[in-house]
């Protein structure tokens, strides 16, 4: 298993306690390509925070790759977040002043690669991502798209164990966010990335092979969708 | 953090994104330094030029001179005159061991020295040979008036800059030429060009100093004396020894001991004491002012830095949450301040330089005026190593906030 929550709570303690996950358990495999789906106050952002030791929990065990994540130092947090996941924000998050190689060479620079390896490396992955010719633009002189793209390349580039996509698509149109969701899927299917996707729109998680329903802090049904069919709407778009 | 020329373009990107801001916070710090190294350059020239005027004096020297006493004393009224005299010379030199040099001097004032067809004004100062070491003459040419001199009374002198500028206009080593002065012709043995304001007795550039036994006879003087010259040895206080000196002279001249004002005591200790501490007292003016400034200045970066973390919130999010340790945040924001104070502040050191050689060469245009208005070397090393200093505290509150952001701020600052 590279990823297994044993038992996960965490409550809030600003002024009303707020107990947002109560005892989650969850288990992906390395190679998967999975949506966490629920409605907005389902818990499923501090479920993410928490795949993505961007939080704590209370109780209970998280572990990446047989790996205790508990108790982490800054530091160390740091250090796993920077070589076991890449992230993909709704807003894309990218650094406003600087281009779109900048970027994706961030988190290299951040693990102490020298400059021109460090370069070549994000030239290769904007240019797998059909970006080659943007290198050198900055975020805003580029469409939603690119910029997802963009962010893509930069969570890719550490060659991390998990993609966490927090709602990948939120801020792009039907249209992009098909490419995108497409792509996430061939970055899965081709080189076998670990993807977990967060989102509340079914179209989205339909794009995935396993779709986990969370409400109230508690696991709900988990689909498999392998044939991606889950969605009401049907099979080929996502509705905005 | 890493360290790599993208370490450096990090910081000079964020500081050239918000040029006029950048700008605007430099100044404080820019205009501190200028002003603390301004003023002490300034300082340190104004303490030269007042120091001119006492140039070529002994520190420890006293000068006395008769006056009338104030006081009845034994029989005698008050407001009689009375004389020094050439015996108070050694009975100085015996009784107040303390003492290094003793020697009088007699004046002649509003005399005309003449050369040819020039002649100046001029007075006429007879000493001993070892008044060399009460005021030091600086000797453009020739010698000193010296002990032969004085044995043999031979007709010589040793005139001053002015006079010699006035009856030697063609320049050149006067010595061995005779001028007259009243109705005496003397030879030229050497010209001082001492040039300090404090000479008692007139100024040094507007005398002819003769030996002291050949104005006696010139003058008419008899065995009277005008002033009387001493200087303590090392390490001896002047004002201790004035109470006892003024008893020797009123046991032998007969007036009350406790008589201040029978004799003038003219004590230089005090002088260089008062310019001292007037200095000292400028000195720390100039400190804290340039300090103050300079502290004003760091407080406005420490400012914007904080506004600026405010502001990058997001960013610094987002690095923290690809991997940026909370460290390689503190380094990044307290490198960013100490470029934008080094950068000022070195600006404001090469500016306060220049300003400083400006008022330098403005101030030696002056005739008689020379000074260095100049800060030196280790001065401004130290001032830019202050600068990195106060950088890194400048750094210190804006870059604990920015460690203090998590990476989830990121996500929530939409």
Redesign the interface.
């Known amino acids: 298993m590279l990823i297994e929550l044993r038992d996960v709570n965490k409550t809030y303690n600003n002024g009303q306690p707020l107990h947002v996950l109560k005892g989650i358990n969850l288990n992906i495999d390395k190679g998967e390509f999975v949506s966490i789906m629920g409605a907005s106050g389902s818990g499923k952002s501090t479920l993410l925070?928490i795949l993505?030791i961007?939080?704590n929990y209370d109780t209970g065990e998280y572990y990446i790759d047989g790996r205790l994540i508990k108790g982490l130092s800054?530091?160390q947090a740091?250090?796993y977040?920077?070589?076991l996941i890449g992230?993909i924000?709704?807003?894309f998050?990218?650094?406003?002043?600087k281009t779109a190689v900048e970027n994706v060479?961030?988190?290299l620079?951040?693990?102490?690669v020298?400059?021109s390896k460090r370069h070549a490396l994000a030239m290769q992955y904007l240019d797998k991502l059909g970006l080659a010719d943007w290198a050198s633009h900055y975020p805003n002189e580029m469409s939603g798209g690119q910029k997802q793209r963009v962010a893509i390349a930069?969570a890719l580039i550490?060659n991390p164990k998990i993609i966490l996509a927090?709602e990948p698509t939120g801020a792009l149109d039907s249209k992009t966010s098909e490419e995108v969701m497409q792509l996430l899927g061939r970055l899965n299917r081709e080189e076998g990335v670990t993807i977990i996707v967060v989102t509340h729109e079914s179209g989205v998680a339909n794009c995935t092979n396993k779709i986990v329903h969370i409400k109230d802090g508690v696991i709900g049904q988990i689909e498999d969708n392998r044939q991606h069919s889950a969605s009401v709407f049907g099979t080929s778009t996502i509705m905005k | 953090m890493r360290f790599d020329l993208d370490s450096y373009r990090e910081i000079t990107d964020s500081l050239v994104r918000n040029k006029s801001r950048s700008l605007l916070t430099g100044f404080g710090v820019f205009w501190g330094i200028f002003m603390l190294l301004f003023l002490m350059g300034g300082g340190a020239g104004l303490k030269q030029l007042v120091s001119k005027n006492f140039e070529g004096f002994a520190t420890n020297t006293t000068i006395m001179f008769s006056s009338e006493t104030t006081k009845p004393w034994q029989g005698f009224k008050r407001g009689r005159y009375w004389n020094l005299n050439y015996t108070d010379v050694e009975r100085m030199k015996q009784m107040v061991p303390e003492l290094e040099t003793v020697t009088p001097v007699i004046s002649s004032w509003r005399q005309t020295a003449v050369n040819g067809t020039n002649s100046v004004n001029a007075n006429v100062k007879c000493v001993k040979a070892d008044y060399s070491k009460i005021e030091e003459p600086k000797l453009r040419f020739g010698r000193f008036i010296n002990e032969s001199d004085e044995a043999q009374e031979r007709k010589v002198c040793v005139i001053g800059r002015r006079i010699y500028e006035g009856i030697f206009p063609e320049g050149g080593d006067p010595c061995g030429s005779f001028i007259k002065v009243g109705s005496v012709y003397y030879q030229v043995i050497g010209v001082d060009y001492n040039s300090g304001n404090m000479s008692i007795n007139g100024s040094a550039d507007q005398a002819v100093v003769i030996p002291l036994s050949l104005g006696q006879k010139i003058y008419h003087r008899g065995t009277n004396i005008d002033l009387l010259c001493v200087t303590g040895r090392s390490g001896v206080r002047m004002t201790s020894l004035e109470d006892r000196m003024r008893q020797i002279l009123a046991r032998s001249h007969n007036f009350d001991p406790t008589d201040k004002q029978a004799v003038f005591m003219i004590n230089t200790e005090q002088m260089f004491a008062l310019m001292d501490n007037l200095f000292t007292g400028l000195n720390f003016l100039i400190w804290l002012v340039g300090l103050g400034t300079i502290l004003a200045g760091i407080i406005g970066v420490s400012n914007i830095m904080m506004v600026t973390v405010k502001e990058r919130t997001t960013e610094i999010g987002i690095r923290r949450a690809i991997g940026a340790t909370p460290r390689d945040i503190l380094s990044q924001i307290i490198l960013e301040s100490i470029a934008l104070t080094l950068a000022a502040g070195s600006l404001g050191i090469v500016f306060a330089v220049q300003m400083l050689r400006l008022t330098q060469s403005i101030v030696n245009h002056i005739p008689d005026m020379s000074a260095q208005f100049q800060i030196d070397f280790w001065t401004a090393i130290i001032a830019a190593l202050l600068l990195t200093l106060l950088g890194v505290i400048a750094g210190l509150a804006p870059a604990s906030r920015a460690m203090s952001i998590k990476p989830v701020d990121a996500m929530r600052e939409e």
Do not use: C, V
Not at chain 1, 93 to 97: A, D, E, K, P
């Open positions: 925070n993505g961007l939080d800054e530091k740091a250090d977040r920077n070589h992230f924000f709704q807003s998050n990218l650094i406003g002043f060479e961030l988190s620079f951040y693990q102490g020298s400059r930069r550490t927090d």
